[in-house]
């Protein structure tokens, strides 16, 4: 099967580094505040295993909250201190720092990827050709932008300039999922750095090596002042600490809907920070039946959906299917399903790897249950993996369940897993709305020969990025965001910019 999976082909790439992780491990990690590792105000610690076989991978101290306090500080010094280092670094020694991390993170991209993979569970092939080689490719982009995000003069009526101009917003505090450990760190990490603000970021507690790699490899290399970039380590309290922050300005988070909803009461009961929120998803994905190469539309759908092993919250999880070519499709997604090969992520002839935990794991299953019980034909899957070594991992088989209605909760709420819905439907009118009938609007889907319709379907789907004929494009000179209840704002392209500045209007006399 990984012959046609683009992701799986183990070529042209560096060989893991599980030696070097392996004695990287061995410490317990610390956190990063003011530019030095420190220790951990309190004594809590936390083991991370690896879901591919549940071995212990290493651990690191949680930040109390006086660290979040003490990185908070650190970071609010590097901004406001007008005559400080952060402030003496010029626009374009600040692209050339950015210009220099992206280098760092190629050097490093065999390190980081083994590190991802054996924190998160995703295929080596997937970390190192997509996350860390997009956080690379991420920082070169905003390295460009130091230097090009303009204000503005306002065309006002009277004797007077007006002018718009741009500043930074200040203390950032950006907290990201376990999905895409690095990527989102970089997608987060590049535009604030690129626009002069000073950070403390929280990975994921189930995936914070790559982050703690990457800070480290910045450290090593001496280009940033203290105190603009901050790590603090930890789960949920401790985001939580730095989104009620009064010494903060502003909250970036990638993650649930649920913890998006929260951060926004943490704003309004502190000091209204603003809060950039990308969020869950519950994606449509609708092939009519002029689709121009059927046969690719079918594997790409597959592929958008099950790659990472789905824990990506733009996958197209519902896929509509015009009636007259719902049998065919259901059959050709359930061969695909039954003949990918799960186990090892390190192996190069897998497929698939493991969920990132026992708990999504579990979670992932209740819904397959959940399926099954509401009355979804199970095509193929439908259950945990345990042959061989996989019974010592997280590995659940990837799913197919035809005959779905919209409204049972496999069709209506984030699985966050590898469980495709199939929905069959007649008409046009009848898909458009099945498809907008959900809380979420991060992405949709469609897939025609017919042009008119490929117009107006992708006009009336309600959803932050709309593909038309090619599930799941992404590129960093294009937004990516949410509606609905997958988020508030964009990031990339110019978009990310405008979120880490604040705009004034300042007024000249004539
Ligand atoms: P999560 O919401 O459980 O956790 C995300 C981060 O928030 C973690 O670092 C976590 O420690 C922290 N956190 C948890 N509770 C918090 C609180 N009360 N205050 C502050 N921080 C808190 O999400 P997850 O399980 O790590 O990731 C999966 C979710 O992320 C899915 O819903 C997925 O759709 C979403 N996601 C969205 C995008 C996007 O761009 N829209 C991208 C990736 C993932």
């Known amino acids: ?46 083991t991370s295993t690896n879901p591919a076989n549940g071995l212990i991978n290493g651990s690191f101290q949680v930040a109390a909250p006086e660290d979040v306090d003490r990185a908070v500080a650190a970071a609010r010094a590097a901004f406001d201190d007008e005559n400080g280092a952060w402030r003496q670094v010029t ?33 080596y092939t997937e970390s190192y050709k997509d996350d860390v080689q997009e956080a690379s490719d991420v920082f070169e982009y905003y390295a460009g932008w130091t230097d090009k995000y303009y204000g503005e003069n306002n065309p006002v009526e009277g004797n007077f300039l007006s002018v718009t101009t741009r500043d930074p917003i200040g203390v950032c505090a950006q907290i990201v999922p376990f999905n895409f450990p690095i990527d989102m760190a970089a997608w987060k990490l590049a535009p604030a750095l690129a626009m002069g603000n000073t950070i403390i970021l929280k990975p994921s507690e189930e995936t914070s090596f790559s982050a703690i790699r990457l800070f480290e490899i910045i450290h090593e290399a001496n280009i940033l002042p203290p105190g603009v970039i901050n790590l603090v380590l930890g789960a949920g309290s401790v985001g939580s600490h730095m989104s009620r922050h009064m010494n903060v300005d502003k909250v970036t988070f990638t ?22 929120l990308e969020l869950g998803g519950k994606s449509p994905n609708i092939l009519f039946s002029d689709a121009p190469n059927l046969d690719a539309a079918i594997e790409r759908s597959f592929y958008a959906l099950f790659t990472h092993k789905a824990e990506k919250c733009s996958s197209p ?19 695909m399903a039954n ?21 999504q794991m579990e979670r992932i299953l209740g819904y397959i249950e959940s399926g099954k019980e509401q009355g979804a034909r199970v095509a193929a899957g439908g259950e945990r993996d345990l042959t061989g070594a996989n019974a010592n991992g997280y590995f659940i088989r990837p799913t197919i369940f035809a005959d779905v209605h919209n409204k049972m909760k496999i069709a209506q709420e984030e699985i966050f897993g590898p469980v495709l ?22 992405a949709a889907g469609l897939w025609t020969g017919d042009m008119s319709r490929a117009h107006r379907v992708a006009n009336k789907l309600q959803a932050g990025q709309v593909f038309v004929n090619r599930y799941g494009c992404y590129d960093v000179a294009s937004p990516f965001g949410g509606w609905k209840q997958s988020g508030w704002g964009k990031e990339f392209a110019i978009h990310s910019l405008a979120s880490y500045t604040k705009a004034k209007a300042i007024w000249f006399a004539y």
């Open 1 to 46: 099967m990984n012959q046609t999976n683009d992701r799986a082909i183990f070529e042209g790439i560096d060989q893991p580094k599980l030696e070097w992780a392996k004695e990287w491990l061995l410490s317990t990690k610390k956190l990063y505040i003011n530019g030095q590792w420190v220790d951990s105000a309190g004594d809590e610690i936390i």
């Open 91 to 123: 626009r374009k020694e600040r692209a050339k720092i950015l210009r220099k991390i992206s280098a760092l993170l190629l050097e490093h991209q065999a390190e980081i990827a083994t590190l991802e993979t054996l924190d998160n569970g995703k295929l």
């Open 255 to 276: 993650g649930s809907t649920a913890v998006g909803k929260q951060l926004v009461r943490d704003s309004a009961d502190s000091n209204l920070k603003p809060v950039s």
């Open 317 to 335: 999880t519902r896929l509509f299917v015009q009636r007259d070519i719902y049998d065919q499709v259901v059959n050709r997604l359930a061969e």
């Open 339 to 359: 003949s990918y090969k799960l186990g090892d992520p390190f192996d190069p002839t897998t497929d698939q790897g493991a969920q990132v935990s026992k708990k």
């Open 421 to 442: 819905c199939v929905i069959p439907f007649d008409s046009e009118e009848e898909v458009v709305e099945m498809a907008n009938d959900t809380i979420y609007g991060l």
